[in-house]
């Protein structure tokens, strides 16, 4: 039991008053007439019997009437310890961390190992529960005491690619404490629980030297072999100056070897220019020469598709060529040969298939043939893309094609006097925009009115005018520009932004902008873009599916678990190949600081008082008791009432 406010103890001083108030009153006496004194005797008559008490009970109840408010004033609190550590009962988690670290010089092993004795050193009656600790924590078992099931929950971890959290398994050891009635950026998640004591068992003496492939940057897809370039960097975490093979190999065989010289716990690049790829989807890895305890991070994983450059269906008025003009000579010298545009009149366009493109542009077509404008439909909702520019020609529509929005009006700016349109708000974070220049000088004369609807307002002129909107329909996107690409309705293909802008938004209509060559365990890769589109079949490193039927048809996204390739493939026949390496946090090997791992430990209750602040000293101190003493000083206030009323009434009168 404790005290918020200990200070107002000094209060009980005050207890003094009722005992004074209630000694004896002075004693009077009533004189009276008599002959002579001379007879009597001169003493001196004491006192001592007239300072008794009086009024015993009256006098109690205001003594604890001011001591129940010295109490409430002082606030009270119990102490409440979890119910791990009630009535002495205990619960003993073992929790072993399986990251890819712990793959190292046989780590593993010798942690499963010093697991089972510590649970082999349990009382006969005392219950553990046995976690296993990657990226997130894993319950091998429940809350039991049987120690069979205990040591088979011990030998059944196996080692992961993940990497370590503790901050997770302080929020488990949290969580089961409640439940029971590598480092964090902050310090505070590993903050344990106030009945939770930790015990570290270091799997390694010193700190291990490792070398290891610590990032690979290359290019998601190829288009012209020669002139791809591969970029691989390697680490050396508390090792001495060395030198190393670095080898590049695709689809298991090496087609380069160079020598790089690491520095003493630095980092070193080597360049491989030339990729000699397949056509499609093709496994490529990075790998150091190894001599090292962790061989697990020699290798780096990547994943090239090598292609023909996407083409590009342009359908155009057939009247107005310079939109063409514009956009083919924006792509095709951005994006070195990855895009090439065939340009299409829309009266030519009734028998072509869009399937066979990329995305597709329509650049101001008055009128779109009805079969071609229905196969659009349909490419968009099995995930392909559209780009709408809305130009004159267009103002006769009173919908947007395939985007399905109305056109409320088309505005018009002279070019005499500076009468035109400006840019104003524009959501840079959107992939079209991210690094483009912004477009405060472009100058727009006209503008199509869209009513957004459910779409996506990506850029605003600066009237409010939606400049470029998105919108998705069923697995595809349509992005409309309320514009046109030529230099008649706008100068926009006279200003530095054009480039960007087109190339950034061909890459994100073509679906290729945020495909990393590889990705870290743990990371998820979307699957869908929503709900029930279509069937995907997710192949794991060992082939086998990682997806069952319910999943296959609903899941929207895929964590990855495991380091190497992951085949993926779409509902809409588009297939994908996924590497995924370990997290290289998890190649240095250096030991926990001794000072970091008491700080841990001292944040439990067993061997520290919880930080000022923390959730478990706010818990102790909100059971406070403070309320009580102040509805017991008030109930005993009013009993003193009634019963101080009782003997002022029999107080006799004064002769």
Known sequence: MGFLAPWFLAGMAMLGLPVWLHLLRQHKTTPRDFASLMFFERRTQSSIKHRRLKYLLLMILRLLVLLFLVLAFAAPFLRHMGPLSAGGRKLLVVAVDNSASMRTAGRLERAKREAISVLAGRGAREQAQVLAIGSGVQAMTQTIAEPNELRAAVEAIKPSDSHSSYGELARALRSLEQSATSMPPAFTDLRLGPSTKLVVHSMADKT????????????????????????????????????????????????????????????????????DANYGFNKAEARIAGGDESPSDDVYYFSVERADPKRVLFVHDGRQPKGLLYYRAALESATEGAFAVDGLPADQSANVSPNKYSFVVVSDTAILPGGFEEALKNYVRGGGSALIAAGPAMAGRT?????????????????????????????????????????????????ARIEPGQARVVARLADATPLLLEKRIGEGRVMVFASTFDNISNDFPLHPAFVPFVEQGARYLAGSEARPSSYTVDASVD?????????????????????????????????????????????????????????????????????????????????????????????????????????????????????????????????
Request: proline residues 4%; neutral net charge; hydrophobic residues 40%.
């Open 399 to 447: 919908r947007i094609p395939v985007f399905d929005e109305a056109i409320r009006e088309t505005r018009y700016a002279s070019r005499a006097g500076e009468r035109y349109l400006v840019a104003g708000q524009m959501d840079l974070t959107h992939p079209a925009l991210k690094s483009a220049a912004k477009w405060e000088s472009v100058k727009f004369y006209q503008a």
């Open 208 to 275: 291990i030297p490792n070398y290891a492939v610590e990032s690979v940057n290359a290019p998601r897809s190829v288009f012209d072999t020669k002139k791809a370039r591969v970029q691989v960097t390697v680490a050396s975490y508390h090792g001495p100056k060395a030198k190393r093979e670095v080898s590049l190999r695709l689809n298991g065989k090496t087609t380069a070897v160079k020598t790089v010289e690491i520095p003493e716990n630095g980092r070193a690049s080597v360049e491989f220019l030339g990729l």
């Open 527 to 655: 699957l869908r873009a929503e709900k029930g589109a279509g069937t995907v079949e997710v192949l794991d490193p060992h082939g086998k599916r990682a997806l069952d039927l319910k999943e296959a048809s609903s899941a929207q996204s895929f964590l990855l678990r495991e380091v190497g390739y992951y085949d993926i493939g779409r509902g809409n026949d588009r297939h994908e190949l996924v590497a995924v390496n370990a997290d290289r946090k998890e190649s240095d090997l250096e030991l926990m600081p001794k000072d970091s791992v008491d700080l841990w430990q001292g944040t439990g209750s067993k061997t520290g008082a919880p930080a000022a602040g923390s959730k478990e000293e706010q818990d102790q101190q909100t059971s406070n008791l403070w309320w009580y003493a102040m509805l017991a000083a008030v109930l005993l206030a009013l009993a003193e009432s009634v019963l101080a009323s009782r003997y002022l009434d029999t107080v006799p009168a004064d002769a």
